[in-house]
């Protein structure tokens, strides 16, 4: 694989024999051509690969798929830290078997999502990413996705139904975290102390219900975040809303403002993190679910963090 532009394929495929005809030779040929290759897919597709490979596997960086695909921006911070080691050990270029672990309801468009943004994002990075749909596990809806967030399906097949990730992701809105009655708090945000006083709150809560000081750190770090941003690029009225269930806790910031215009925030880097801050980035990395949404006039940023288990 030789240029500098990212290579995104779908791999459709019914049985593990095509999975392992289609990707062994993909392997076998990147590392002939001197590429770093990672393996993010199911335990049973790494079992595959590594009898296919033989000797060949102990050069390829196999993953747990079901740790690998958690958070979305979590993944994207993953490739980019991946593809930036591999560069400073020489390769020139990374193959990646890329198999999202796309889950049930509202993650599978969480996760088909992500399969669209990874065009944008990761456009000019030297990759070449083939993700597997088994159709023997994948619903019917995830299956015509991979059609829809891939150039290329299956055998050097240009999709007809693909589609660029800003119309795509404006279309495809993420799905906002339930949450179930009034908010147990609402605070406002208009005054530059009111993200510190929030914060205050929030973490007196978490404590309340006995959350540990790790989880606590990053549930207050988003709020912070979030609360910021609302305040830099929001108008008023702004305010935070939390809801407390008996498993996670769910905040909303809200304000007047015209929402965000570039589709692929969130999932974009900051490209000056030590002078613009981390905002909706590091708040994708650390909460469970987030999304979101502009509407009537109110842009609002809903994220979750479920309740982290406890210590023995």
């Not at 590429?35 to 102990?58: C, E, F, S």
């Not at 070449?128 to 290329?152: F, K, M, N, Q, S």
Request: overall charge neutral; glycine content about 8%; aromatic content about 8%.
């Amino acid at each position: 694989m030789t240029g500098a532009a990212l290579r995104h394929h779908a791999l459709v495929y019914d049985d593990d024999e095509d999975f392992v005809a289609a990707l062994a030779p993909f392997v076998a040929d990147g590392l002939r051509d001197g590429d770093a290759v990672v393996a993010a897919v199911t335990r049973h597709n790494i079992d595959l690969l590594r009898r296919a490979l033989g000797a060949d596997a102990r050069a390829v960086t196999f993953i747990d798929r079901d740790l690998w695909y958690v958070r979305p921006a979590s993944t994207i911070a993953g490739w980019f830290g991946l593809i930036d080691e591999a560069r400073a050990r020489g390769h020139r270029s990374v193959r990646v078997i890329g198999e999202v672990a796309f889950g049930a309801g509202a993650r599978r468009d969480t996760w088909l999502r992500y399969e669209s943004a990874i065009n944008a994002i990761l456009a000019t990075t030297p990759a070449w990413i083939i993700c597997p749909y088994d159709t023997r596990r994948l619903p019917e809806p995830v299956i015509t996705g991979a059609w829809l967030t891939h150039p290329v399906v299956a055998a050097d097949r240009p999709s007809a139904l693909y589609q660029q990730p800003g119309r795509l992701l404006r279309s495809w809105a993420e799905p906002l975290p339930p949450i179930a009655g009034e908010p147990l708090l609402a605070i406002g945000l208009d005054d530059p102390a009111d993200p510190r006083r929030a914060r205050c709150v929030v973490q007196a809560v978490a404590r309340g219900l006995g959350w540990q000081r790790p989880a606590i750190d990053d549930l207050l770090l988003v709020v912070t975040e979030v609360a910021i941003n609302a305040l830099v690029h929001g108008r008023p009225d702004r305010r935070l809303k939390v809801w407390i269930e008996d498993t996670a806790i769910t905040c909303e910031v809200t304000d007047n403002g015209d929402g965000f215009p570039d589709p692929l925030v969130g999932y974009r880097p900051p490209a000056h993190p030590d002078r613009h801050g981390l905002g909706l980035w590091l708040a994708g990395q650390l909460s469970d679910a987030l999304a979101t949404d502009h509407h009537n006039g109110v842009t609002r940023v809903r994220f979750r963090f479920s309740r982290p288990p406890a210590r023995s």
